[in-house]
């Protein structure tokens, strides 16, 4: 299979992590016999510090012209710490989200077992715990107009969905939810909210195609209650952009940190790979961010992007192996007398490859 790669390190400790990730990729395509070329492109902070513009057009021509892309975090704190600046790190990702049609967020929530007792939630509760996430990621009121009055008293966030918005999404949630345990909840507050209300009820009219699906319509404070107190309750999880966000990183703590955590951004056309953690400022350049999330993201990127099922479950199995024999990074060591050894960024991402190649031995062997 011969594909393109665009790599965005983005901010922080993108560019640590996303190195790893795009190793894996290419071990994967030496040991399968795979032709996967690469381009880099800049976004977010480092690209207003370079050109004033966080998503300029020579990168997101790149990007149109790839067949997926692996990223890794924008942020950076002088945004955080100053919230009049009007040019932000963060708009080059929502854009680059419309741009490209990226409509559907996947956020797959998995849970290593070697890692429960990394959570704060006890183990008993999340063992089995296999959750599919879908984010939509082009409406609601990281979109909606936005005003703020002359006194800079007032504003307002306008939260607006269409009803073409909540079908295409709800569709590629059912029709996983078909591959899996044919259980869907999809997550509003349509006791509130009229756009909810929207949301409801075109996802009970989605609902009367997939008649297989056990539907199940919840709010979303109660959901993201039951997240924490039973989690195995869930298995495909459909919600709005908004909702999706809080949630998922609630998940995150389900996985057991962040840094476990992958996802895919999917429409019509090239794929987005991105881990969920964000640039992490305080920890760039220390070689303590944890590469995990971005391997798995490159493996979300073979399955999902590519359909190579057989290349994605090398490197995940690679991944379970450094869990099993006890590596970990500083976010997963869960702090007990556990005898864990404590690898930084480039260790991690080292021992992954090197366990990647060895499960490909033993499968040609």
Not at 94 to 117: C, M, Q, S, T, V
Not at 174 to 198: G, H, T
Request: aromatic share 8%.
């Amino acid at each position: 299979m011969k594909k393109h790669i665009l790599v965005i390190p983005g901010d922080g400790i993108g560019p640590e992590v996303t190195t790893w990730g795009k190793a894996a990729l290419e071990q994967i395509a030496d040991a399968f016999g795979h032709e996967f070329s690469f381009d880099e492109a800049l976004m977010g902070h480092a690209s207003i510090e370079v050109n004033g513009n966080p998503l300029p057009d020579e990168t997101l021509e790149k990007a149109k012209n790839s067949d997926a892309i692996l990223f890794g975090a924008v942020g950076h704190a002088k945004y955080d710490n100053d919230p009049s600046l009007k040019v932000r790190p963060e708009q080059g990702l929502l854009k680059i989200r419309k741009e490209l049609g990226l409509y559907a967020n996947l956020r797959p929530i998995l849970l290593f077992d070697e890692l429960l007792n990394a959570s704060s939630i006890k183990p008993s509760i999340l063992k089995g715990t296999d959750i599919l996430f879908f984010r939509e990621l082009t409406g609601d009121v990281y979109f909606g107009e936005k005003t703020r009055s002359e006194d800079r008293n007032t504003a307002s966030d306008l939260m607006i969905y269409h009803k073409y918005e909540v079908e295409r999404i709800a569709h590629k949630a059912y029709q996983a939810a078909m591959q899996r345990s044919k259980r869907l909840c999809s997550v509003d507050k349509a006791n509130v909210l009229e756009s909810s209300r929207l949301w409801r009820e075109t996802v009970q009219e989605i609902a009367k195609l997939y008649p297989e699906v056990e539907t199940e319509h919840m709010f979303i404070d109660n959901a993201a209650m039951q997240l924490i107190k039973d989690p195995k309750r869930f298995d495909v999880v459909l919600t709005a952009n908004l909702f999706g966000d809080i949630l998922t990183d609630e998940a995150s703590q389900i996985a057991g940190s962040m840094g476990m955590l992958a996802s895919a951004s999917v429409g019509d056309g090239t794929g987005f790979f991105e881990p969920i953690h964000g640039s992490a400022h305080d920890i760039t350049g220390k070689n303590l961010a944890n590469p995990l999330a971005s391997i798995l993201s490159a493996a979300l990127m073979l399955e999902i992007g590519f359909g190579l099922k057989e290349e994605a479950k090398v490197i995940i199995d690679a991944v379970d192996q450094v869990l099993k024999e006890g590596f970990r990074t500083n976010d997963i060591a869960d702090g007990s007398t556990n005898p864990y050894k404590v690898l930084g960024t480039q260790e991690m991402g080292k021992l992954v490859l090197k366990f990647i190649s060895q499960k490909v031995i033993t499968q040609n062997s």
